[in-house]
């Protein structure tokens, strides 16, 4: 079974991979780990220790505000390796014990996009999306996501055909983008597929918008497709996203990330309740990373899968809450898909969440004739379609709301709150709190700037 191992090897060595000016391997933090074949391709990361701002409490909950510390003496250092599958139950207890710096052991399973199921014709046009995103208002309110980096983490970007789609020039930040060990290319020159279908999506409302390349689905594993990947190069990855973010001035940190993608089968799981196990445990060094971008200013969305009780992917496999792990992570936005007449589409995944109950969050819109990158005639479809829908409305808000202004929380308080609701009683797991709706954002971000305009301007008391 391939597994990622945390470690808390000497503060220098913590340093040394912490810092993205050093190379540190695998072998200089594990070297001689019994029972593991270590993955010598795969470059260590650090990850943030989690400590409640408020002091005391667990640092593992979720459910609390919490600071991230990536110092030499608090954080920790990721690993992957292989372990026999008949060994695994034993060297979890025995590797703590041979090696105290072992402080876990945890499931790396499989990701993988969420395409739609059936073949349904498309509803609509990716113009019909644009009217109902409200993007003329938008831009009337300078939102359109001009200087807002949008990483996706997909398949890979091919520039040229989102560009000849749109009929519009498109930018692409080929020096902030980055790919898993072994995966060749050049960013924005991927092979048209599913990556390249979302970053189309994108800019439907955030033209504007800076694109980061980051093929995480195009790491190869044994006996694996072209189109899955493995949870610890989204670990890598997001190590990457969160150095810069750090590099960015603090008064204008915006970075928006969009996943369509996630782990449709507990085989590749550890079974929920064990220590290492992904879909339901907060302690995942994969969602741990999750919080610590949040924490660090990022807007993180990702899609609630399609695995909906109408129309359910036959790669389905959970029994039940198929919104597993990061995409049910309560930092995060969780989107469902409905098609532009306003109906949820039969695959969109339904609530409960397994890390947080009240997911999805809010709907997207999908389903509609758009980038053509699944092929001439077929729809930009699943929830694949709606999260990148979504994070085009998130990055047009940035673009002068950044996250010193509206923090990643407050943002997606406002889109919870503004949505349109589709039920009778409020949130539901059908829909979330609903559609989103770009005309009552933008009231709210009109009322919320008035109000800090007007405290401003407001006489402070005379010293006395």
């Not at 790919?179 to 960013?187: D, F, L, T």
């Not at 189309?200 to 409302?205: A, H, K, S, T, Y």
């Not at 699943?382 to 407050?410: E, F, H, K, Y």
Request: charged share 20%.
């Amino acid at each position: 079974m391939r597994v990622l191992i945390q470690l808390r090897p000497s503060p220098d060595l913590v340093a040394a991979v912490a810092d993205p000016g050093m190379t540190a391997t695998s072998a200089d933090v594990a070297d001689g780990l019994p029972g593991v074949e270590l993955d010598s391709a795969f470059v260590p990361v650090a990850l943030p220790r989690p400590v409640p701002a408020g002091g005391g409490g667990d640092p593992l909950s979720l459910n609390q505000p919490l600071n991230f510390s990536l110092s030499p003496e608090d954080a920790s250092v990721l690993v992957r390796g292989t372990i026999s599958d008949d060994e695994i139950t034993a060297r979890m207890t025995l590797l703590p014990a041979l090696r105290p710096d072992v402080v876990g052991v945890f499931a790396d399973p499989v990701v993988e996009t969420t395409l739609t199921c059936g073949g349904d014709a498309s509803v609509g046009t990716w113009h019909d999306v644009e009217r109902l995103l409200n993007v003329p208002g938008l831009h009337a309110e300078g939102l359109h996501g001009a200087g807002v980096p949008v990483a996706v983490l997909d398949t890979g970007i091919n520039t040229a055909h989102v560009a000849r789609q749109l009929g519009r020039d498109v930018t692409l930040d080929a020096a902030l983008s980055w790919s898993p060990a072994g995966v060749p290319g050049r960013p924005g020159h991927a092979e048209v597929d599913h990556g390249t279908m979302c970053a189309f999506d994108v800019l439907i409302g955030a033209p504007q918008a800076s694109l980061i390349d980051i093929p995480l689905l195009r790491s190869t594993r044994p006996g694996g497709s072209a189109l899955d990947g493995l949870l610890s190069d989204a670990v890598a990855a997001f190590a990457h996203l969160r150095t810069i973010l750090a590099g960015q001035p603090a008064e204008t940190r915006a970075l928006v990330i969009t996943n369509s993608w996630g782990s449709f089968s507990p085989e590749w799981d550890f079974p929920v309740g064990h220590p290492g196990n992904y879909s339901d445990n907060a302690a995942h060094p994969f969602n741990l990373m999750v919080a610590s971008l949040d924490q660090a200013g990022a807007d993180v969305l990702f899609a609630a899968g399609n695995c909906g009780r109408d129309c359910m992917d036959r790669r389905c496999a959970y029994p039940d809450r198929p919104i597993t792990g990061a995409n049910s992570h309560p930092r995060a936005l969780s989107i469902g898909g409905i098609d532009v007449n306003g109906h949820r589409v039969g695959y969109s995944s339904q609530g409960p969440g397994r890390l947080s109950a009240r997911k999805p969050d809010v709907c997207a819109y999908t389903h509609f004739a758009g980038s053509r990158a699944l092929g001439p005639d077929s729809p930009d479809s699943g929830t694949s379609a709606a999260t990148p829908v979504a994070a085009g409305l998130v990055a047009a808000i940035r673009t002068r709301w950044p996250s010193s202004r509206l923090s990643p929380a407050q943002l997606r308080a406002l889109l919870r709150r503004t949505a349109e609701d589709r039920s009778e009683v409020g949130f539901d797991y059908d829909y979330g709190y609903g559609t989103v709706d770009p005309a009552g954002i933008i009231a709210a971000l009109q009322r919320r700037a008035a109000a800090a305009q007007q405290e401003s301007s407001s006489p402070q008391p005379a010293a006395r």
